[in-house]
Nanobody, 126 residues
Framework: QVQVVESGGGLVQAGGSLRLSCAAS????????MGWFRQAPGKEREFVAT????????YYADSVKGRFTISRDNAKNTVYLQMNSLKPEDTAVYYC???????????????????WGQGTQVTVSS
């Protein structure tokens, strides 16, 4: 079992930045790919970014590419999502998730992720 807890959400103006953190505990997270997903009101949950077990491979949704950066510190069992140039359409609840995977390529589909956090709200005002 892996427990994940997100933090760092809040209210920010368009063009601003936020850094989300995801603290993982339980079994060693070094064998887990970690992903960020988001869900806006009235919309389905969507993929944002993912990173493989050792940080050597990352993938991003087209909507955030060039603005968001995912990273991880396995010594601290923590994954980060640095969000820059935020837009109102980035407003959503952001979820961190863990997928047991030793592959170079982390999974993209949310159905591949086994453990989820409770989410943290990000609101971007125009």
């Amino acid at each position: 079992q892996v427990q994940v807890v997100e933090s760092g959400g809040g209210l920010v103006q368009a063009g601003g930045s936020l850094r989300l953190s995801c603290a993982a505990s339980g079994r060693t997270v070094r064998t887990y790919a970690m992903g960020w997903f988001r869900q806006a009101p009235g919309k389905e949950r969507e993929f944002v970014a993912t990173i493989n077990w050792n940080g050597g491979s990352t993938y991003y949704a087209d909507s955030v590419k060039g603005r968001f950066t995912i990273s991880r510190d396995n010594a601290k069992n923590t994954v980060y999502l640095q969000m820059n140039s935020l837009k109102p359409e980035d407003t959503a609840v952001y979820y961190c998730a863990a997928a047991y995977s030793a592959s170079y390529h982390p999974p993209l589909g949310d159905d591949k992720y086994d453990f989820w956090g409770q989410g943290t709200q990000v609101t971007v005002s125009s």
